[in-house]
């Protein structure tokens, strides 16, 4: 015969709440390099990654996807390179893609480029 106290002891522990378990955080997993923009003739569509933001990305950089931000921000896919050997010369975007983020008048902005 089981003892009254115990089928107390297994109702309580049978209504008992499940504990909450809560998934941590996620981590922030965008990396950001500084530097300038230029634009060049291409209407739209694609973007010429210069030594620095090459550097940045490692092997694999030809056709990933990254943000362009100075005010506002663009998504290019770089699919080409350039020299862009002059200082913080990091992405040659097409005149479209620049004018997204500040006037074709200015021809180089600082930006912030997210990956």
């Not at 490692?58 to 896919?77: E, L, N, Q, S, Y």
């Not at 040659?92 to 620049?98: N, R």
């Amino acid at each position: 015969m089981i003892p009254p106290f115990a089928v107390a002891v297994l109702v309580v522990v049978a209504l008992a709440p499940a504990p909450v378990r809560v998934a941590p955080e996620p981590k922030e997993s965008i990396a950001t390099v500084r530097g300038v923009a230029t634009w060049y003739s291409r209407e739209s569509g694609g973007a010429a990654a210069g030594p620095g933001l090459r550097r940045a990305l490692g092997k694999g950089w030809r056709g990933k996807i990254v943000t362009v931000c100075a005010a506002k921000c663009v998504r290019v896919r770089l699919d080409d390179w350039c020299l862009c050997s002059k200082g913080e010369r990091l992405v040659d975007l097409a005149a479209g893609d620049f004018a997204g983020i500040a006037a074709l008048s200015r021809g180089v902005v600082k930006v912030d480029v997210r990956y």
